[in-house]
């Protein structure tokens, strides 16, 4: 199983950027896929969650900036990130679970928010 994050780079305050995550050797249809971050120094933390229904929660600090969105045909789910803040610095991962069950993680991809 693979996780492939991508679409992390730098980017000034107020700007977006899109991540993806692509995954092969299973299907997600049937899985929550997750984004998470990490601050330097610190846990990781949820920032976004999309289940099999295509439901959603978000994480307080992202709530009306960020987006999460899968695309099963695609094995792909998809991070729309706006009005970024240089407290969104971290570095993302992508995450698939299946509660009780199967956890995948991706490698993960630096975003850096920075004038």
Request: proline share 3%.
């Amino acid at each position: 199983v693979q996780l492939v994050e991508s679409g992390g780079g730098l980017v000034q305050p107020g700007g977006s950027l899109r991540l993806s995550c692509a995954v092969s050797g299973i299907f997600i249809r049937i899985y929550t896929m997750d984004w998470y971050r990490q601050f330097a120094g610190k846990q990781r933390e949820l920032v976004a969650s999309i289940r099999h229904d295509y439901s959603t929660n978000y994480a307080d600090s992202v709530k009306g900036r960020f987006a999460i969105s899968r695309d099963n045909a695609k094995n792909a789910v998809y991070l729309q990130m706006d009005s970024l803040k240089p407290e969104d610095t971290a570095v993302y991962y992508c995450n698939a679970n299946l509660p009780g069950s199967s956890n995948y993680w991706g490698q993960g991809t630096q975003v850096t928010v920075s004038s």
